[in-house]
């Protein structure tokens, strides 16, 4: 297990208790823990990516941070209006 | 072990801690408005750090170069997120987002 592994591991854990915050609470609270376990998990498949040492996993975390990007754009828009 | 690879792990550890910041941000801060602010360590230094340990160990390659675009992505993104995220508090709170909450003919969007 390389060091690139560890991290991945350690990102992960976290994401557990960031998962726990956004499940609890107030609306937005949960809304700004789901933002933080977005961004926990690119981090995460990028320290996968490179323990594995496969690029095309480089490409699934772009393609998440881009996509929870505009899901969670859309969802503020339905917060704010209609929700 | 060479000097890359403790620079590497430094980069790593430095993105693990500032993860740990975030996450201790955002669990213990009272309201909406100041946990926001704790979403900018783990996406600004800490995708900056992963992103870094990629280009020291695989330099400006296709995989370096990937890391740099999750760094903006991340980087680059999340004030718009943490703007919308406040604009939609305030919006649900007082019914608009702007601080003169007279009605304008201008914009029929809230």
Known sequence: ?83 | MSVQGILVGALLVLAGVTAVISLSGVALMAGTANRLHYLAPVSTIGALAVAAAVVVEQSLDARGIKALIVLAILAGLAPVLVHATARAARVRRFGDWRLDRTPSRSSGRR
Do not use: C
């Open chain 1, 1 to 83: 297990m390389n060091e690139w592994l560890v991290a991945a591991i350690g990102f992960l854990v976290l994401l557990l208790p960031a998962g726990l915050l956004a499940v609890r609470g107030e609306l937005l609270d949960r809304v700004v823990a789901m933002q933080l376990a977005s961004t926990l998990t690119v981090l995460a498949l990028v320290s996968l990516a490179q323990g594995f040492d496969r690029d095309v996993y480089f490409d699934l975390a772009i393609v998440t941070g881009v996509l929870s990007f505009v899901g969670t754009l859309f969802y503020l828009r339905f917060l704010e209006s209609w929700l």
